[in-house]
């Protein structure tokens, strides 16, 4: 009777016992286990993670001896001398359940295992399930299948390993591999007795015997598996009066989605890799995809403590600038009324408030302004206060923001991103998500243009008011002005407008070109997406653009002309190890290797001319080094911006409030792309420099294979009483000469 009872659970007769899993499954559990897929660094290092369930795989041999002898001890001592049904515990559990007296689970570790995988207790559930004191024996008799099944297919070592990859240990932590990390910040093969036994403690009441939460039922229950093992001879009395004495030790890092390197890069690319996963057949989330990428996690570190040492310097300086004053302003500097009100109906919170109360109800007012505890960002670590969400919305809007990338402009390969200042609280992308006003940094577009047009860089223009006609519209013209609202008269070659950042000479140059829409074509070829309104005051870089697309552009220069647009994944490989994709440089050439060149030379000059806008660099950067650069700064200090070129990386900076309102006063010295961007790059470059292990060494651009066709050696030309027709023949291509002549 008994094997005619299995044997009709396992056809589920009449579907009174709910379908058992598929011998397949049975015979590979894992396909049946969710796993994380894992984004992995250029150099080999995780940089997080993609799950709903947050775990990953270990073989047996990754699991310590003392971890292994904690969980039989404690849940199945004989666990190698059955066939997945203990008989001596059952009959334990049903003595305890008819006595009411416990004396342990009948449940082995295999047991365990199949609940874990297939969920007897919850799926497939049978119209006996509906009895109550029959549900039990069900479940049991559906595991006591899975179990044999299991044992017949796997070694006991396998099914050791799959237990401890399916189980949850609470803290989002599912599986021994992110429990060891998640609370001892090592790897299960490390785990010693004490942090076994605290491990193994929590699995049948992971919030119970949270060491966070609940410290002394913890520490209890740990000594309870320490004496387990004392019970079995595993360890001697002397070591159980000694590890029952230490503290629990636990080193808490929360393995979250916030964790860990380059959080906003892993943010902004997951939905790509969700599309990518759904037209390729996985799921980005339980499929253990292996994804590789073009990040650097040394360069990484660089870049995010570069951000962090200039941002919380500037941060403290804007604070002081603004003392007690609100900085939200309008154009005549004046303080917008009303900012806040405005701001916090455009919140989630402020939604659901209308959904819940009414959009003129008294209680959205009330909510908003009662103050409750919470955890708020600062430069000088976390703060726990008593804020009101109108007096976090205030706190928020205070602080400056910034985005940073660095690309290899050979490849493409996008080695540091930082989208922001702290993830945990700031989650907006500023490389590629957020697009603000580029300033100066979209001047070398127009000068591209000119250049590309036979303009040499040594054609002389004057520092003088610069109008153009605009039919139809209010005012009729446009006169561009300087940064200072000057125009000196004084005659300069291209190189040095550009390289002093004169509006004149790049409005001068976009009147040359006759037609916005010639500028806005260059920039399309230069990888520039965003919408481009074709009008001459895009010469100063009025339409909103990216970091993304900016650093791309400018990579082309160096790259001899060809442009590869920016990219952060190799190769992505299935949990096996099979390569499923891979994923080469996406290139087009853009400009000839001529242009590019001069483009390069051209921006050069902020480092070399008198008056450039990055002579501000330090030494350590700047020594035996030849360095392209662009600072940009928006009307009233709204953004700032900083492109840095060397031979070997392209990498860029924006800083400014998430509201184009906030900003340092206009006549401060601060609100310009030289203050509150050149900085980030700066520390950035110094690191990677001293980083000898990344090998990146100073040294010249590359220099064309042909020789230039155009003048570069501008001294000659730069006499105040040179004829204008002298001038124009600069700016043919008249002269060929060899490069020993030009360097």
């Known amino acids: 009777m008994v094997l005619l009872g299995i044997l009709s659970v396992r056809v589920n007769l009449f579907n009174l016992f709910g379908e058992l899993p598929s011998y ?15 984004l992995i660094s250029a150099d080999g290092v995780e940089l997080g993670k993609y799950y709903r369930f947050n775990r990953n795989q270990v073989s047996f041999d990754e699991l310590s001896p003392q971890l292994v ?14 066939s997945g049904i203990d008989l001596r515990g059952l009959v334990r559990a049903l003595v305890g359940k008819l006595t009411f007296s416990f004396r342990g689970g009948g449940s082995t570790i295999t047991m365990q295992l199949a609940e874990n995988i297939f969920s007897t207790m919850t799926e497939n559930q049978g119209l ?73 403690g929590m699995l049948n009441a992971p919030t119970r015997y949270n060491p966070i939460s609940n410290p002394e039922n913890a520490l209890n229950k740990r000594t309870e598996v320490l004496y387990n093992l004392y019970k079995y001879d595993y360890i001697s009395r002397q070591q159980f009066d000694s590890l029952s004495a230490t503290p629990l030790g636990v080193n ?21 890799l969700i599309y990518w996963a759904r037209e390729n057949g ?11 990428t073009t990040i650097d996690s040394r360069m990484q570190r660089h870049a995010e403590q570069a951000m962090t040492k200039h941002m919380a310097h500037i941060q403290e300086l804007f604070d002081a600038h603004w003392k007690n004053e609100n900085p939200w302003r309008d154009e005549s500097g004046r303080e917008i009324q009303d900012f806040l009100k405005t701001a916090i109906k455009k919140t989630e919170r402020y939604r659901n408030l209308v959904a819940k109360y009414g959009r003129n109800s008294d209680s ?82 127009v000068y591209t243009a000119a250049i590309d047009q036979g303009y040499s860089p040594c054609y002389m223009v004057a520092d003088a008011p610069v109008t153009f006609s605009q039919p139809g519209q209010i005012p009729p013209t446009y006169t561009p002005l300087n940064f200072d609202r000057k125009f000196t008269g004084e005659r300069m070659t291209l190189r040095q407008g550009l390289a002093r950042s004169k509006n004149s000479v790049t409005a001068f140059v976009m009147k040359e070109m006759t037609n916005p829409e010639t500028v806005v074509k260059y920039a399309r070829d230069l990888g520039v997406e965003s919408p481009l309104e074709a009008v001459p005051a895009l010469c100063l870089g009025t339409s909103d653009v990216s970091i993304y ?100 990386l392209v990498s860029g900076v924006w800083t400014g409030g998430d509201e184009r309102s906030i900003h340092f006063r206009p006549s401060s010295s601060y609100a310009q792309g030289a203050r509150l961007a050149m900085p980030v790059w700066d520390f950035y470059m110094q690191s990677v420099y001293a980083d000898s292990v990344l090998g990146y060494k100073k040294g010249p651009f590359p220099r064309p294979i042909r020789p230039i066709s155009v003048e570069v050696d501008c001294a000659k030309y730069q006499n105040p009483e040179l004829s204008e027709m002298d001038s124009v023949n600069v700016r043919h291509k008249i002269k060929r000469m060899d490069q020993s002549e030009i360097f």
């Open 24 to 38: 397949k499954s049975m015979e590979n559990p894992e396909a049946e286990n969710d796993l994380s897929s894992v």
């Open 69 to 82: 002898q904690s969980l039989l001890t404690t849940e199945d001592i004989r666990f190698y001398n059955h």
């Open 128 to 200: 006996l399930y509906k009895v109550d004191f029959l549900r039990p024996f069900l479940i049991k008799i559906k595991e006591w299948i899975i179990s044999i099944q299991l044992e017949r297919s796997f070694t006991k070592d396998e099914i050791m390993a799959m237990y401890f990859n399916t189980i949850f240990f609470g803290s989002n932590s599912y599986g021994i591999n992110t429990a060891a990390a998640t609370f001892f910040n090592t790897t299960p093969d490390s785990l010693n007795y004490q942090q076994s036994a605290m491990l193994v």
């Open 252 to 272: 808490f890092t929360a393995q979250d989605h916030v964790a860990g390197p380059a959080p906003y890069f892993r943010s902004v690319i997951k939905p790509q």
């Open 282 to 292: 996985y799921d980005l989330f339980e499929s253990g995809l292996r994804i590789y």
């Open 364 to 445: 959205i007012d009330i909510v908003l302004n009662t103050p409750y505890p919470m955890t708020v960002f600062s430069w000088k670590g976390e703060i726990d206060t008593l804020f009101s969400p109108m007096d976090s919305l205030k706190y928020y809007k205070n602080f400056l923001q910034t985005g940073f990338m660095s690309m290899d402009p050979k490849n493409g390969h996008i080695k540091a991103w930082v989208g922001g200042i702290d993830f945990k609280y700031f989650q907006y992308d500023h490389v590629m998500q957020a697009r603000r006003q580029p300033g100066s940094t979209f001047k070398p577009f």
């Open 549 to 648: 697309e900016l650093i791309g552009a400018y990579a082309s220069f160096v790259n001899r002309g060809v442009y590869t647009r920016p990219y952060f994944i190799t190769r992505i490989e299935d949990k096996n190890g099979n390569v499923i994709e891979v994923f080469p440089p996406r290139t087009r050439e853009v400009l000839s290797e001529e242009t590019a060149f001069l483009m390069t030379y051209m921006l050069m000059g902020a480092t070399q001319e008198q008056g450039g806008t990055a002579l501000g660099l330090s030494s350590e950067v700047r020594a035996n080094n030849e360095i392209g650069a662009k600072t940009g700064t928006t009307q009233n200090g709204s953004d700032g911006w900083f492109v840095g070129l060397t031979k070997d």
